[in-house]
């Protein structure tokens, strides 16, 4: 069966552009032909809201009936780009699954009948530990941490790292694509110091950082992706490149 390339977009703080990155990489991806389909597991469930829909309590259902996904894949309005939406009833998902002890294999056992209509499926995760998260990543061949540079987050990091490092251990076939900084701002000494501590860090894991652009914020708002906004935009070469780098890993 022909497999489709997974990538998880996790960090265990908010606000770091995981919704951001998962988006736009998505639609990027879409664009360039690749049937891509986006899953919503944070319970915020603002994937869809970034792409003009409306939450929905999808990611619930498919995790706790483990019917056919097929119902619950929505339309985005985009050619090739599709998306399993969540909302505030995921949190409910994950805590009967930890109830019910679900393996480690959860989230990939119930998506695999999706697997042969995809060429990407991309999780989007909450900022938590645990759950569902470790069993996304456990689902996944690639997994991006954005992190944001206003403020040095490593301890964040590191958590996130011994995670992947532990599910590597009980067999985890995938990896890190890398860590993504986000809120980029050469005008900050912030910034430069935070980069400058990742590479220290985390040498070798670092991609090309994503700057702070305030139409990012402004696309989330509206509904729309940077490329739709502003597909010249610096911020839309930098999500082009960053998701044409991961279709090479
Ligand atoms: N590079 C950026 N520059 C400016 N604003 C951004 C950038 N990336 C994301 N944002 C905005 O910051 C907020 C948090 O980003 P989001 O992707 O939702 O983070 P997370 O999913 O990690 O909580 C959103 O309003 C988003 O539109
Ligand atoms: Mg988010």
């Known amino acids: ?39 919503d597991f944070d319970p915020q469930g603002q994937c869809f809201t970034a792409l003009g829909g409306n939450a929905e309590n999808c990611v619930f259902n498919m995790l706790i009936q483990q019917s056919d996904p097929r119902q619950w894949v929505r339309e985005t309005g985009r050619e090739s780009l599709h998306i399993i939406p969540g909302n505030r009833t995921t949190a409910t998902a994950q805590i009967v699954m930890s109830a019910e002890n679900r393996p480690i294999t959860a989230v990939q056992d119930v998506l695999k009948p999706l697997y042969k209509e995809y060429d990407y499926i991309i999780f989007d995760t909450a900022p938590s530990v645990g759950g569902l998260q470790e069993r996304a990543v456990w689902a996944s061949d690639l997994v991006v941490l954005p992190t944001a540079t206003e403020y040095l987050s490593s301890d964040g990091l590191i958590q996130m790292m011994t995670t992947l490092t532990g599910l590597a251990e009980k067999g985890w076939k995938g990896k890190l694509a890398g ?68 279709t090479t890993l």
Do not use: W
């Open 179 to 246: 860590i993504l900084p986000t809120f980029y701002d050469t005008q900050t000494k912030q910034s430069q110091t935070a980069i400058t501590q990742l590479q220290e860090y985390f040498p070798d894991s670092v991609l090309t950082p994503i700057h702070r652009a305030t139409i990012l914020r402004e696309c989330a708002a509206e509904g729309m992706t940077i490329f739709e906004k502003s597909p010249k935009s610096r911020a839309a070469k930098e999500y082009a490149a960053l998701a044409d780098y991961l």
């Open 1 to 39: 069966m022909a497999k489709p390339k997974v990538i998880t977009f996790a960090n265990q703080k908010g606000g770091v552009g995981k919704t951001t990155s998962a988006v736009s990489t998505g639609h990027h991806l879409a664009k360039e032909g690749k049937e891509v389909l986006i899953v």
